[in-house]
């Protein structure tokens, strides 16, 4: 891989639907390079920072209450 990568390489590492990894990018958390309403490419640099931040949110004690939680409604 270089240093850019497709909507689906960044859906399987981050292990996200389409439409939350377009939720990133309207909140500003993931930069896309977008050609006619697509999203194209993203910084890989960029995902990898976004995959270490989802994974130390989930690991704190209290969100893995809820995640957990969420599993049972």
Known sequence: MDGMLSLKEVMDY???EESE???LVRRGRLNAFKIGG?????RKDQVVDVKSALRKRTQSPINAF???AADFQ
Request: without cysteine; hydrophobic residues 65%.
């Open 38 to 42: 697509v999203f194209l490419r993203f």
């Open 21 to 23: 990894v377009e939720e």
């Open 14 to 16: 981050l292990e996200l």
């Open 66 to 68: 809820f995640v957990k």
